[in-house]
Structure formats: C-alpha cells, structure tokens
C-alpha cells in the first residue's frame, strides 16, 4: 500500500508548464516549512508546537495541507518520533535529547500537491540514530538518480534497497512512495524494495513522491492505537526522508527544494 493506504487508480502525467510551475510553487513551499521546523526541534518543545508553526507557515505562503482531514486525518503535519515510522499525530509529547524526529509536510498551491519528508536529531543521538539518518537521506537521493525517462521503476525501487540494505537498515515494505499532481496520491506506488529492470517505463512529464522509509530493525510495522501512526513491529528506530520530483529530459528534478 501507499504510505497513507490509499491511491488512485490511474497513473497521471503532468505535462503542461503551468501545472508543473503550480507543482514547483508548492514544493517550495513544502521544503521552506521543512527547514521551519527543522529550526524549532530542540529539546523540551511539544509535538503540537510544530503543528501550530506548520499551521501558521502555510497560513502565511498562502498554501492549503495536503493533510489536514485527508481521510480524517486531524493534523497539517505528520510528526513521528524514534519507533514510529509515519503518521504520526502532533500533540502533548515532548521531545527529548537522543529522539529522533520524521517531520512531514503536504501542501497544495492552485490544485497541485507537493510532498517532503525529513527526519532531524533531537539534541545529541546515539551513533546508531546518526547512521539511520544519513542512510536513509542517501537512499532518497540514491532512488531519485536512478529515475529518468526510459528507466523502469523498479530501478528506483531496487536501488533504494540495496543501498539501504548494503548499510543493515530495512526497508519498510508495508508503506510505499506515489505518484502525485493533482491529488496526493496517485498511481503509480513506488515501492521501497523491488527488481531493476520491472515496473513502468519512466517517461518525461511524471511526477512522483520518493519516500524511503527505514528501520535499524525489521522491515514489518504495526499500527498504534490512535488507528494512524505506523509503529516499527520490533520497536526498532525509523527514519523517512522524501521529495516530490518530476521525471525531466535526461534526469530527475526535485520539486521540494528551496
């Protein structure tokens, strides 16, 4: 399933310049909010205080959340910290020296929809923390090198994996990437682990929502009590990094970047 569980049915290609200059607009937007945050994260804050900075951030670019009641969810923002991979809901938890924290942000700007992860340090984290960061980073960018017209997508897919397994992290292969324009998630899923060579031809015009989701443990998750955020099964860390990206001429180009 897709990282949210849902898709839609038919793969979508962006093409004309105004809808990818609309998707450009909102990437930026997405990756200014993630370097926001990134600013805020710092021992004795409350999940709910990135929320409501993410609620002011958005309010201020004049961009809508991707999130904020997507299929009942309750937030603008996901904030998962140590064993919850994603989904998770802002609120009265306090961030503590050593967590680790995903930070995910949605954002719609004249009906297109832009989509980026990243997971931050809370404070000093032990070195195990520190290597899942960097090599869940190094995956995105690993899988976004491997995406260009001609290419299948299991490239990216296989790529991811490896890369990541090369490293002894897993990669959650319950949750996967997806295509996006004009809704959050459409087809194609993007898998995290998969075959080069299968899959659908890459081809100029596709935009997609790259998202490696990894674990220093097992790659099987549970889900919490509250019905949404996505647990580790083995309580084992987490870390997700994403871009929005559009298949261009000879390469990839990434969208949620400032």
């Not at 690993?142 to 890369?163: N, R």
Request: negative net charge.
């Amino acid at each position: 399933m897709t990282e949210w569980g849902l898709v839609n049915s038919l793969m979508v290609i962006i093409k004309s310049g105004s809808e990818i200059a609309a998707m450009r607009q909102a990437g930026k937007f997405v990756a200014s909010i993630l370097e926001k945050l990134k600013e805020e994260i710092k021992p004795g804050i409350k999940t709910a205080h990135l929320e409501m900075v993410t609620v002011h951030e958005l309010e201020k670019g004049g961009v809508k959340s991707s999130f904020k009641g997507y299929h009942g969810f309750p937030a603008h923002l996901c904030v998962s910290v140590n064993n919850e991979v994603v989904h998770g809901i802002p609120g009265d938890r306090v961030l503590e020296e050593g967590d680790i924290v995903s930070l995910d942000v949605g954002g719609i700007y004249k009906g297109f929809h832009a989509d980026a992860a990243i997971t931050v340090g809370v404070g000093k984290v032990s070195p195990q923390a520190e290597k899942l960061i960097s090599v869940t980073k190094a995956a995105l960018v690993a899988g976004i090198t491997a995406a260009h017209p001609g290419a299948h997508l299991g490239d990216i897919s296989a790529t991811i994996q490896c890369y990541v397994e090369s490293k002894g992290f897993s990669v959650v292969r319950e949750y996967s990437g997806h295509g996006i324009g004009r809704q959050l998630h459409e087809e194609p899923q993007v898998p995290n682990f998969g075959f080069f060579g299968e899959g659908h031809l890459l081809k100029e015009g596709t935009t997609l929502a790259l998202e490696p989701m990894v674990t220093a443990g097992g790659w099987r998750t549970k889900l919490a009590d509250n019905q949404w955020t996505v647990l580790t099964a083995d309580d084992s860390l987490a870390a997700h990094f994403e871009h929005t990206i559009i298949i261009a001429r000879n390469e990839a180009e990434i969208l949620t970047i400032l």
